[in-house]
């Protein structure tokens, strides 16, 4: 059985006030809970928010990490800084990363390599954009996606996968339900094939694009879903609570 995860990443949202946020999800989430909480606020706030989480049941991750440990680059931030403030899990290769920053898979890979050399958990993201969900190449894309940016060593322990289609992020569009297990399905088949059994059938598969309160249980239901990873919902403790209660 596959614990699941619901992730939620802030992006670029949250100033010191939204302490109250995380305070009141605090309060929402109880350590009996069938699956992992995890919050990636901007990297201002992980330090912050590592206090208020000590002990409770909710993780921490960031949202990226540069692939080096340190050195001349700046406004960048190593995976080591990361782990340093409190986190467990780093974000790579989110569709936003790769528009914004042009982070191609080879460089996700690296980044990934880069979490794990800090003792990071991994959420590694793939996903189509509409164009490519037109022309019938979503698997094909998912393919390569994980392909060229998954690195030797993963493990079902250090590496989660999230599939977000890029026209279901932040726009109130999903999938079916059907073409989220077709997806997962595949990537379930992709990752045994590719890191053996044992791994691949137990590594989390998250579902990312407008999971919402009101969508979360269906899409969690799916097959091979195992948790999810959320943008705009997750900001809002209530919505957020309202999501992991798709797995009471
Ligand atoms: P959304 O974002 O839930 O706002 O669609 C999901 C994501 O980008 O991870």
Redesign the pocket.
């Known amino acids: 059985m596959i614990k699941p995860l619901v992730a939620g ?1 802030w ?1 670029m949202n949250g100033l010191s006030s939204s302490v109250s946020e995380i305070n009141a999800l605090k309060e929402k989430v109880s350590s009996n809970s069938n699956c992992d909480v995890l919050i990636c606020p901007p990297a201002t706030l992980i330090m912050a928010f590592s206090h208020i989480l000590k002990e409770t049941p909710i993780a921490l991750g960031g949202q990226t990490c540069h692939p080096a440990e340190k050195g001349a680059h700046t406004g960048d931030i190593s995976a080591e800084m990361i782990q340093n403030c409190g986190a467990e899990y780093v974000i790579t290769g ?1 569709s ?1 990363r790769r528009m914004d920053h042009g982070e191609l898979d080879k460089i996700v890979k690296s980044q990934t390599e880069a979490a794990w050399r800090a003792g990071l958990k991994a959420i590694l993201c793939v996903g189509e954009l509409i164009g490519e969900r037109k022309a019938d190449l979503t698997l094909k894309v998912i393919e390569r996606q994980l392909k060229n940016s998954i690195p030797e060593g993963a493990t079902a322990e250090n590496l989660i996968i999230a599939y ?1 289609p890029v026209w ?4 109130g569009l999903t999938p079916t339900v059907e073409d989220v297990a077709a997806v997962h399905n595949f990537i379930r088949q992709l990752l045994s094939d590719n890191l053996g059994s044992e791994i691949g059938n137990n590594m989390r598969i998250l579902y ?4 919402k309160p009101g969508n979360a249980k269906e899409l969690m239901a799916a097959s091979n879903v195992n948790g999810a ?5 997750s900001l809002k403790a209530e919505d957020f609570a309202g999501i992991i209660a798709a797995y009471e």
């Open positions: 990443n992006k989110h936003e977000e279901a992020i932040g726009t990312g694009g407008s999971v990873l959320v943008g705009g919902a």
